[in-house]
């Protein structure tokens, strides 16, 4: 089936604009996180939806960052004024959600924020 | 220092070699053990993951962790020019409140096997 796809794949963006970032989840998975992956930091965790909710904001840099979902399915994180240390790769994973399975995120392709 | 430490490399072996992947931990509270394969521009892929300490295996790959010695290890046999990619150590803590589980990565080992 298909997985988890995320658009844009690439985005460059001037200092101080806004950006929008889409992932769409694997069919039926419940949870979706949103992590960055960049040169000096690795991948860290940024949020985590279950359903509509966000049980866990903990990983969000500043206020600048914000995420959201809806119908359980499609989440949007946006990164207002944005910075040139916001230049990463901005990956979003789904799982099953609490139970059999929850364990298993699987990631999408991710999109490649560049900041001028 | 990191909660997960793994060693960069580049590691660079023969094709048919073993290749051993390792990272350390200090938080006792992580509770699956992962490991992710990644190639160039790719998301990362879930290769395997444990959960108690031992051994497990699928196909070439065998993940191995030590609870006690916080210390986990991918071993990947008759290795191929496509396993060449980075790899990635990845440790999950339970969120108390919604039931989802934060992963802790290491910050991957890139391998390259050789004709």
């Known amino acids: 089936g298909a997985g988890v796809s995320q658009s844009p794949s690439n985005k460059v963006t001037e200092k101080g604009k806004d950006v929008e970032l889409r992932c769409d989840p694997i069919s039926g998975h419940t949870a979706l996180y949103w992590y960055r992956q960049s040169l000096g930091q690795g991948l860290e965790f940024l949020i985590y939806?279950?359903?509509?909710?966000?049980?866990?904001k903990s990983g969000l840099p500043s206020d600048r960052f914000s995420a959201e979902r809806t119908g359980g399915s499609v989440s949007t994180l946006t990164i207002q004024r944005t910075q040139q240390e916001d230049s990463a790769v901005y990956l979003c994973?789904?799982?099953?959600?609490?139970?059999?399975?929850?364990?298993?995120?699987?990631f999408g392709p991710g999109t490649r924020l560049t900041v001028t | 220092q990191k909660e997960v430490e793994q060693d960069p490399g580049p590691l660079s072996v023969p094709e048919g070699a073993i290749v051993s992947l390792n990272c350390t931990y200090s938080n006792s509270a992580f509770q699956y053990f992962m490991w992710y394969r990644q190639y160039s521009r790719k998301g990362p892929e879930l290769l395997m993951y444990?959960?108690?300490?031992g051994n497990k295996e699928d196909g070439r790959f065998t993940a191995q962790v030590d609870k006690s010695s916080k210390y986990i290890s991918l071993f990947i046999r008759d290795s191929q020019p496509s396993d060449s990619a980075t790899y990635l150590c990845a440790m999950s803590s339970f969120i108390l409140t919604g039931g989802g589980n934060k992963l802790t990565f290491g910050t991957g080992t890139q391998l390259k096997v050789e004709l």
């Open positions: 994973a789904s799982s099953a959600g609490p139970g059999q399975g929850a364990y298993e995120q699987y």
């Open positions: 444990t959960y108690s300490s």
């Open positions: 939806f279950q359903g509509n909710s966000a049980p866990d």
